[in-house]
């Protein structure tokens, strides 16, 4: 039985072609898994990496409350519930620095 639609020549394909294709098909799915290992791998590395620890203690002023925590290597600071950013050294006790944000109206 013959599948080529009428008004067209069926073309013949050379083996080695097929077979050449079919190994670049094949290489191009193994350097795929390959790189897809090597992403995850990199994903774990990089999730497992130690944070500098935050002081047991962190002495906010009186009447202050926390509302978030961000740290930089050799800094932390605090986002408050009155609206400021309290930035501290790694000790827990030493304002470094204090930002007042004002709320967008």
């Known amino acids: 039985m013959n599948e080529t639609p009428e008004g067209q020549e069926q073309i013949e394909v050379d083996p080695s072609l097929v077979r050449y294709l079919k190994l ?11 790189g897809l290992v090597a992403v995850i791998a990199l994903l774990v590395i ?13 002495s906010l002023p009186e009447g202050t409350k ?11 600071a605090v986002v408050t519930q009155d609206g400021r950013i ?9 304002l ?9 109206k």
């Open 24 to 34: 670049l098909v094949t290489a191009l799915a193994g350097v795929m898994i390959v």
């Open 46 to 58: 990089r999730l497992q990496a130690d944070v500098p620890p935050l002081p047991a203690r962190i």
């Open 66 to 76: 926390a509302q978030a925590v961000t740290q930089g290597e050799n800094w932390f």
């Open 86 to 94: 309290l930035v501290f050294a790694r000790d827990g006790s030493t």
């Open 96 to 104: 470094l620095q204090e930002i007042t944000v004002e709320a967008g």
